[in-house]
């Protein structure tokens, strides 16, 4: 059994930073790639960042230059710096992982967490 348990968000006004993480526990051998995604009222669930076991990074064209993505394979944890925060960026933000519980598995499970709510405004 894997579990994702996040923490970090809140309320804050505009320009301000909230740091997000996010830890993977259970029966894992590896995890490949990790990544936040968000969901705004009344929109689709976009890709926030990603972050390979590797270090390699990937961030969406809006968060570009404010938000870091970040991991510690030793711990299994995801993080997600956001600074410069945006009335934009409020959301419920989810951790994902994809996670290897054995090396002969043949392909990654995917595991999401609960999602944490980040609310910016004045």
């Known amino acids: 059994q894997v579990q994702l348990v996040e923490s970090g968000g809140g309320l804050v006004q505009p320009g301000g930073s909230l740091r997000l993480s996010c830890t993977a526990s259970?029966?894992?051998?590896?995890?490949?790639?990790m990544g936040w995604y968000r969901q705004a009222p009344g929109k689709e669930r976009e890709l926030v960042a990603t972050?390979?076991?590797?270090?390699?990074?990937n961030y969406a064209d809006s968060v570009k230059g404010r938000f870091t993505i970040s991991r510690d394979n030793a711990k299994n944890t995801v993080y997600l710096q956001m600074n410069s925060l945006k009335p934009e960026d409020t959301a419920v933000y989810y951790c994902?992982?994809?996670?290897?519980?054995?090396?002969?598995?043949?392909?990654?499970?995917?595991?999401w967490g609960r999602g944490t709510q980040v609310t910016v405004s004045s």
């Open positions: 994902n992982a994809n996670v290897r519980y054995r090396p002969g598995q043949y392909s990654v499970v995917t595991h």
């Open positions: 259970g029966s894992i051998f590896s995890i490949n790639t």
């Open positions: 972050i390979t076991s590797g270090g390699h990074t």
